[in-house]
């Protein structure tokens, strides 16, 4: 069984910056970061997996990092440049299992992801 436990979501105003953390137990091969926008679907964020690929949403791209600490077992999304659009609630998810991170926005489907985290809600004002 696969507990995973977010935190460091906040309100911060554009052109600022947020870390957030997800802290894990239990084994994980693929983890990532989801989101989701009042009223919209959930969408994946970026993911990475042990082998240490990554794989990012292209809105993000050049803004965020995704990175895990094996030794603590914890994955960290560093997200800067923030954009009022990037408002939403933030998931932490895991598969206990390899996910094709080559495969671009297919590796990003939450129906693949087995395990998630509570959320942590990220607010940008203009």
């Known amino acids: 069984q696969v507990q995973l436990v977010e935190s460091g979501g906040g309100s911060v105003q554009a052109g600022g910056s947020l870390r957030l953390s997800c802290a894990a137990s239990g084994y994980t091969y693929t983890m990532g970061w989801f989101r989701q926008a009042p009223a919209k679907e959930r969408e994946g964020v970026a993911a990475?997996?042990?082998?240490?690929?990554?794989t990012y949403k292209d809105s993000v791209k050049g803004r965020f990092t995704i990175s895990k600490d094996d030794v603590r077992n914890t994955l960290y999304l560093q997200m800067n440049s923030l954009k009022p659009e990037d408002t939403a609630m933030y998931y932490c998810a895991a598969a206990t299992f390899p996910i094709d991170l080559s495969r671009g926005s297919w590796s990003l489907s939450a129906s693949l992801y087995n395990y998630w985290g509570q959320g942590t809600q990220v607010t940008v004002s203009s």
């Open positions: 990475t997996n042990s082998n240490g690929r990554t």
